[in-house]
């Protein structure tokens, strides 16, 4: 904002959502959640409060940091009826958890045919971290060299990751910490031991092809199709 090429001094968070707002096709970036509260470090490229029935379609969240949880977007225990659907998320931080994406306390999230990529988060949860929520669904996502895991949960609600590919992510993929009890793992592709062979999840070679950092394939030939 005020410095060209600095981004210490950018703004906390570079998107406010809001009831039934539909978010479609931007890049959102470089977002600098760094403030004296906590409201001011969370969800550097969004912060979503108190809202409902919002859409956050084919936009790519990069280079966002958070002091807190959230470098992405964070939703807050008020946050309901909300898609995040066909986003890039790649190289956001989170000096906390959730380095990608943070719900905490929320309500129906859907997050769908996302990628993560190079996402961080300190403790945990370098994608996603989910903290006492009901009904979060991720659903055929990809998950890629996120660093300190992928996805971390905690507290009481109903999680469920599914038809996702988990690959190269740091640490654990899939890490579900206290009073986690219904957590649905089913038809991954996921190398963590506990998870392959279970529930239809697998730990084949995915055939995953790159075309640069986010542009990535399936091989006609992979068992993450259609299984």
């Not at 929520?133 to 991720?138: Q, T």
């Not at 890629?144 to 640490?171: H, Q």
Request: include cysteine; charge should be negative; charged fraction near 15%.
């Amino acid at each position: 904002l005020g410095t060209e090429g600095d981004s210490t001094d950018n703004c906390y968070h570079v998107i406010y959502g809001a009831d039934s707002l539909t978010i479609d096709g931007f890049t959102i970036t470089k977002g600098n959640a760094d403030g004296p509260s906590n409201s001011s470090k969370e969800g550097a490229g969004m912060r979503n409060e108190s809202v409902s029935g919002m859409l956050i379609a084919r936009c790519t969240f990069t280079n966002n940091w958070a002091n807190g949880h959230g470098g992405g977007i964070y939703n807050d225990a008020n946050v309901n009826k909300l898609t995040i659907d066909s986003c890039i998320l790649v190289d956001n931080g989170s000096h906390v958890r959730g380095g990608g994406v943070t719900n905490y306390g929320s309500d129906s999230v859907v997050i769908s045919n996302c990628l993560f990529v190079s996402n961080y988060g300190n403790y945990d949860g370098g994608a996603v971290y989910n903290f006492y929520d009901e009904d979060i669904l991720i659903d055929h996502c990809t998950f890629y060299k996120n660093i300190n895991g992928a996805i971390s949960n905690a507290g009481t609600g109903t999680y469920t990751t599914t038809n996702s590919i988990f690959l190269k992510n740091s640490s654990n993929d899939i890490k579900d910490g206290h009073n986690v009890e219904d957590h649905y793992i089913t038809y991954n592709r996921i190398a963590q031991p506990g998870f392959a062979g279970e529930n239809g999840n697998i730990n084949d070679n995915p055939m995953l092809y790159f075309s640069g950092k986010t542009d990535m394939y399936l091989n006609a030939a992979s068992p993450c199709i259609d299984t």
